[in-house]
């Protein structure tokens, strides 16, 4: 067996982390999961940072952290798993090429030989000719990279990623997720992520993690258009509205009527779904109708390419950046039957 098998169990204050995570040989998959929800306590258990409550986490076919007899304890340094966070946490001391080569001359790589290699990998992340900058001469991008190939140049089983992008600008971003994207090949990685965007383009799988426990996990593009909770349709960018199968239609608390296509309202009546739509495919339309629903404005947004109005039953993508409606209008939403789908409640 190899890559990485875990099942993650630490009591906190408020709730408890009880995760079950796998991860092929080679596979990235990606955590997401609203701020507080368990993430970084996720990772730091891999990495054995925190101690588990309960649970084994297993890296490339070894038991390196298990709770239930025999007891099993294998410290941070020898996992051969590296954890990857907002700050790349260079040595201050050390220039780029010593930070790289750090990790290979520890497990015993001679000096010359670990040099060599850590200035392979900064060529590799594109810093080819900066091996004796000090971290304070590099940008924030810069050291990022630098950190990214210590963390690869210690040739480890299994590299964590906790948001490693989120401080840095959105070009620079752009090019690190490029990096990682060409050196994580065949390398596990778990890699946490507030942005739909970097789970598309790193990960095969994504887990979503609310309050502790996994709520959706599957094939990304699978999670992010069939959201089963808020969160997810969220960062999905999409609606999703609560509600049952009725008569061959869908129907919600507040007695909005919607009708479509999809297969799902053949069910039998009261089947719990949820219907999802993009904000794109919303209408503001003047009054009552198929498929249209009263909402009250809660805000208004100027959007690159018209506004983006926030309301009490959804979110409208309009390209009339100069529409007069304000908080408290009530409107009429509309959406076409074909761009409704409808996914089962969890």
Same mark, same amino acid.
């Given at each position: 067996?190899?890559?990485?098998?875990?099942?993650?169990?630490?009591?906190?204050?408020?709730?408890?982390?009880?995760?079950?995570?796998?991860?092929?040989?080679?596979?990235?998959?990606?955590?997401?999961?609203?701020?507080?929800?368990?993430?970084?306590?996720?990772?730091?258990?891999?990495?054995?940072?925190?101690? @588990?409550?309960?649970?084994?986490?297993?890296?490339?076919?070894?038991?390196?952290?298990?709770?239930?007899?025999?007891?099993?304890?294998?410290?941070?340094?020898?996992?051969?798993?590296?954890?990857?966070?907002?700050?790349?946490?260079?040595? #201050?001391?050390?220039?780029?090429?010593?930070?790289?080569?750090?990790?290979?001359?520890?497990?015993?790589?001679?000096?010359?030989?670990?040099?060599?290699?850590?200035?392979?990998?900064?060529?590799?992340?594109?810093?080819?000719?900066?091996?004796?900058?000090?971290?304070?001469?590099?940008?924030?991008?810069?050291?990022?990279?630098?950190? &990214?190939?210590?963390?690869?140049?210690?040739?480890?089983?299994?590299?964590?990623?906790?948001?490693?992008?989120?401080? @840095?600008?959105?070009?620079?971003?752009?090019?690190?997720?490029?990096?990682?994207?060409?050196?994580?090949?065949?390398?596990?990685?778990?890699?946490?992520?507030?942005?739909?965007?970097? %789970?598309? %383009?790193?990960?095969?799988?994504?887990?979503? &993690?609310?309050?502790?426990?996994?709520?959706?996990?599957?094939?990304?593009?699978?999670?992010?258009?069939? #959201?089963?909770?808020?969160?997810?349709?969220?960062?999905?960018?999409?609606?999703?509205?609560?509600?049952?199968?009725?008569?061959?239609?869908?129907?919600?608390?507040?007695?909005?009527?919607?009708?479509?296509?999809?297969?799902?309202?053949?069910?039998?009546?009261?089947?719990?779904?949820?219907?999802?739509?993009?904000?794109?495919?919303?209408?503001?339309?003047?009054?009552?109708? %198929?498929? %249209?629903?009263?909402?009250?404005?809660?805000?208004?947004?100027?959007?690159?390419?018209?506004?983006?109005?926030?309301?009490?039953?959804?979110?409208?993508?309009?390209?009339?950046?100069?529409?007069?409606?304000?908080?408290?209008?009530?409107?009429?939403?509309?959406?076409?039957?074909?761009?409704?789908?409808?996914?089962?409640?969890?």
């Amino acid at each position: 067996m190899s890559g990485l098998q875990a099942r993650v169990v630490v009591d906190r204050a408020r709730f408890r982390v009880d995760v079950a995570l796998d991860a092929a040989a080679g596979e990235t998959v990606a955590i997401m999961g609203p701020s507080g929800a368990g993430k970084s306590t996720l990772l730091d258990a891999l990495a054995g940072l925190v101690p @588990l409550n309960g649970g084994e986490v297993v890296v490339a076919g070894r038991t390196v952290e298990r709770v239930a007899a025999p007891r099993v304890h294998t410290p941070p340094m020898q996992r051969g798993v590296v954890l990857l966070g907002q700050d790349p946490r260079l040595f #201050p001391h050390l220039n780029a090429r010593e930070n790289v080569a750090f990790g290979p001359r520890a497990a015993g790589t001679p000096a010359a030989q670990a040099r060599a290699d850590a200035d392979a990998w900064l060529d590799r992340v594109g810093l080819g000719g900066l091996g004796s900058r000090m971290p304070r001469e590099l940008s924030g991008g810069e050291q990022q990279r630098v950190a &990214i190939a210590r963390a690869l140049a210690a040739s480890p089983r299994v590299v964590l990623l906790d948001e490693p992008l989120v401080a @840095l600008d959105p070009v620079t971003a752009s090019e690190i997720r490029g990096t990682l994207r060409e050196q994580l090949v065949g390398v596990t990685t778990v890699a946490v992520t507030h942005d739909a965007g970097d %789970a598309v %383009a790193l990960a095969e799988r994504l887990f979503v &993690i609310e309050a502790g426990a996994v709520v959706q996990s599957g094939p990304v593009r699978e999670v992010l258009a069939a #959201p089963a909770s808020a969160f997810v349709a969220s960062v999905a960018d999409m609606n999703r509205m609560p509600g049952v199968s009725a008569g061959g239609g869908w129907t919600d608390a507040a007695g909005r009527v919607l009708t479509s296509a999809d297969a799902a309202l053949a069910l039998a009546d009261g089947v719990a779904l949820a219907a999802v739509f993009r904000p794109r495919d919303v209408r503001i339309v003047d009054g009552p109708g %198929a498929n %249209a629903w009263p909402a009250e404005v809660v805000r208004v947004e100027p959007t690159l390419l018209g506004i983006r109005v926030h309301t009490t039953a959804g979110v409208i993508d309009a390209a009339e950046p100069g529409a007069a409606w304000s908080s408290g209008d009530t409107v009429w939403l509309h959406v076409d039957p074909s761009r409704v789908r409808f996914v089962p409640l969890g």
